[in-house]
């Protein structure tokens, strides 16, 4: 057996645990959806979090490093612990993406779970219980969804890219780029926009300055293994855990669509 066929079974062993982590950790958001859980305010009140997105960050943690105790952890709703910069491999976790939704009765939020080693996800999946989707990726496998590879949009000369972006941000484009594109509505979970240009739903989506590490980890391979790319302003794809986790304005888009995005934010 080769060095790099060990190395993916032992990503698709992590890719397994993660999977069944995730299910575990929706099933309990689940439990908490269109019941009013309890909610705080962080960040001076700018970022809800929910007695929902504890108790799945709960499980989560139990599960995976109860699996891996030799992995770092970093999760949106655990105090960071620099001792995660020393391992060379990390869970990266956001019970639930999209809480803003989870909290309305919105269905569209998920579990998103990454493993991240030497800065690079290599396993990722993200459960969207509400909407009985499932997406996942390992390191040199195929991006799917409930069962199926999925893939980003193919190029259609002469059509309009639909993307998800915000209307200020379609306002800065130059007209005769605008004139390309179509918005379509707010989709408030980040990792969910991305899966959407993963899936081909959608051509591509721009991400707003600070995100962070777990918003896009595990959407980042699966629509890498789609066809499509998560890149910053110079093109270049993200490294995580990192001592800052947070990020400037990103691309995540399918090829056809992707330069000419980054271009149009450029010169806006």
């Given at each position: 057996m080769t060095f790099t066929e060990q190395t993916a079974r032992d990503w698709n062993d992590d890719l397994a645990l993660i999977r069944d982590a995730a299910?575990?950790?929706?099933?309990?958001?689940l439990s908490h959806?269109?019941?009013?859980?309890?909610?705080?305010?962080?960040?001076?009140?700018?970022?809800?979090?929910?007695?929902?997105?504890?108790?799945?960050?709960d499980r989560l943690h139990m599960l995976l490093l109860g699996a891996r105790p030799d992995y770092g952890w970093l999760s949106e709703e655990t105090d960071d612990d620099a001792a995660r910069l020393k391992r060379e491999t990390l869970f990266v976790v956001d019970p639930i993406d999209g809480t803003r939704a989870f909290i309305n009765?919105?269905?569209?939020?998920?579990?998103?779970?990454?493993?991240?080693?030497?800065?690079?996800?290599?396993?990722?999946?993200?459960?969207?219980?509400?909407?009985?989707?499932?997406?996942f990726a390992v390191a040199g496998g195929p991006a799917v969804l409930n069962g199926q590879p999925i893939a980003v949009s193919a190029a259609r000369p002469g059509e309009v890219s639909e993307i998800a972006v915000a209307e200020d941000t379609l306002k800065s484009f130059n007209p005769a780029f605008r004139s390309t594109l179509r918005r379509i509505r707010h989709v408030p979970s980040l990792a969910y926009r991305l899966a959407m240009v993963a899936a081909g739903r959608i051509d591509g989506t721009v991400v707003k300055r600070n995100s962070h590490d777990w918003d896009l980890a595990a959407a980042d391979?699966?629509?890498?293994?789609?066809?499509?790319?998560?890149?910053?302003?110079?093109?270049?794809?993200?490294?995580?855990?990192?001592?800052?986790?947070?990020?400037?304005?990103?691309?995540g888009a399918a090829e056809h669509v992707l330069d000419s995005l980054v271009a149009g934010l450029d010169a806006g």
């Open positions: 299910r575990q950790a929706g099933e309990i958001a959806f269109g019941k009013s859980p309890e909610v705080w305010w962080k960040l001076e009140g700018r970022s809800p979090v929910s007695a929902a997105d504890f108790a799945s960050n009765g919105e269905k569209t939020w998920c579990v998103s779970v990454a493993v991240v080693h030497r800065g690079s996800p290599v396993a990722g999946v993200l459960f969207a219980p509400a909407l009985e989707e499932e997406f391979l699966i629509l890498e293994r789609a066809g499509g790319r998560l890149v910053d302003m110079q093109g270049k794809r993200l490294v995580y855990n990192r001592a800052d986790v947070q990020h400037g304005v990103l691309c």
